[in-house]
């Protein structure tokens, strides 16, 4: 491909997807403790739960680094792309494209970044997206618009079981947390323009469930989607999911993707969590 794509690891893209698509995957950091680990190659989801639900052991994520991306960079040019297209966790949430463009800045206009303005497969569609315009063989620019238009056609919505991982980890205030504690209710997240949002509440983690699938069938309009759900130690949340939106949305539903999150979302989000991400498909020509 004239144009390769590099994604980061809180894409959560299914292994399946990465390999059809030759995406490139740049891992953030998780801290446990003070120990770093490579999200998706040396510490896991199970470590970032085991250690949020213990109490006794610190969790925080970091950014990669800019020469970690151009590292990234410099190899796949020098494998015989002609340009990248980089897409990414938001900037609201992460510096993770600040350091990306800050890579990119020293390659010229070979490499563009994309904010994906979300998480999970909110960046992942998008990615995904740009790898199928560049295995067309389109050029840069096109690959970088195929990705920017799916961002524009993806919406995340989250529920939690508390936001006090997101408020100690500085991604809500503390206002919101309160808001969101307060007897006992249970919070539904979105990400408008990137920002992670309070969009609803409930009562319950069932109420929480039925809620997403309501407002993922609104996202979804009148046109084909495809869905991501994503889960953290709640794969029954997930399989609820799934069942409830595939009887909802019928012959419009095409593709669908169920995984649990991974460490760096763990730590901030912490385990309860059930995501679902809508892509609307765009039309078909002709």
Same mark, same amino acid.
């Given at each position: 491909?004239?144009?390769?794509?590099?994604?980061?690891?809180?894409?959560?893209?299914?292994? !399946?997807?990465?390999?059809?698509?030759?995406?490139?995957?740049?891992?953030?950091?998780?801290?446990?403790?003070?120990?770093? /680990?490579?999200?998706? %190659?040396?510490?896991?989801?199970?470590?970032?739960?085991?250690?949020?639900?213990?109490?006794?052991?610190?969790? *925080?994520?970091?950014?990669?680094?800019?020469?970690?991306?151009?590292?990234?960079?410099?190899?796949?040019?020098?494998?015989?792309?002609?340009?990248?297209? *980089?897409?990414?966790?938001?900037?609201?949430?992460?510096?993770?494209?600040?350091?990306?463009?800050?890579?990119?800045?020293?390659?010229?206009?070979?490499?563009?970044?994309?904010?994906?303005?979300?998480?999970?497969?909110?960046? /992942?569609?998008?990615?995904?997206?740009?790898?199928?315009?560049?295995?067309?063989?389109?050029?840069?620019?096109? %690959?970088?618009?195929?990705?920017?238009?799916?961002? &524009?056609?993806?919406?995340?919505?989250?529920?939690?079981?508390?936001?006090?991982?997101?408020?100690?980890? /500085?991604?809500?205030?503390?206002? !919101?947390?309160?808001?969101?504690? +307060?007897?006992?209710?249970?919070?539904?997240?979105?990400?408008?323009?990137?920002?992670?949002?309070?969009?609803?509440?409930?009562?319950?983690?069932?109420?929480?469930?039925?809620?997403?699938?309501?407002? +993922?069938? !609104?996202?979804?309009?009148?046109?084909?989607?495809?869905?991501?759900?994503?889960?953290?130690?709640?794969?029954?949340?997930?399989?609820?999911?799934?069942?409830?939106?595939?009887?909802?949305?019928?012959?419009?539903?095409?593709?669908?993707?169920? *995984?649990? +999150?991974?460490?760096? %979302? &763990?730590?901030?989000?912490?385990? /309860?969590?059930?995501? %679902?991400?809508?892509?609307?498909?765009?039309?078909? +020509?002709?």
């Amino acid at each position: 491909m004239p144009v390769a794509v590099v994604t980061d690891s809180t894409a959560y893209l299914p292994a !399946e997807l990465l390999a059809v698509h030759r995406l490139t995957v740049v891992p953030l950091t998780v801290v446990l403790n003070g120990a770093e /680990g490579l999200e998706g %190659v040396e510490t896991f989801p199970g470590d970032a739960t085991r250690a949020l639900r213990s109490r006794r052991v610190s969790v *925080s994520t970091s950014r990669p680094a800019p020469e970690q991306f151009a590292r990234t960079y410099r190899r796949l040019l020098d494998e015989g792309a002609e340009g990248v297209v *980089s897409v990414h966790l938001s900037a609201e949430l992460s510096g993770t494209v600040a350091a990306a463009r800050l890579a990119a800045a020293d390659l010229g206009d070979r490499v563009t970044v994309v904010d994906s303005r979300s998480c999970g497969m909110g960046i /992942g569609f998008p990615a995904v997206a740009a790898a199928e315009a560049a295995a067309t063989g389109a050029d840069l620019p096109a %690959v970088r618009a195929a990705a920017r238009g799916a961002v &524009a056609r993806t919406t995340t919505f989250f529920y939690l079981d508390t936001l006090e991982f997101l408020r100690r980890g /500085g991604r809500i205030n503390a206002a !919101e947390a309160l808001l969101g504690t +307060a007897l006992s209710v249970k919070p539904i997240m979105y990400m408008p323009d990137g920002a992670i949002v309070l969009r609803d509440k409930v009562r319950t983690a069932s109420r929480g469930v039925a809620r997403l699938v309501d407002l +993922a069938v !609104e996202a979804s309009g009148d046109v084909d989607v495809d869905l991501a759900l994503h889960h953290l130690a709640a794969p029954q949340r997930a399989e609820a999911l799934r069942e409830a939106l595939a009887a909802r949305l019928g012959a419009r539903l095409r593709d669908t993707y169920v *995984s649990e +999150a991974g460490a760096v %979302v &763990a730590a901030h989000a912490g385990p /309860g969590l059930a995501c %679902v991400v809508v892509h609307r498909r765009p039309p078909v +020509a002709g």
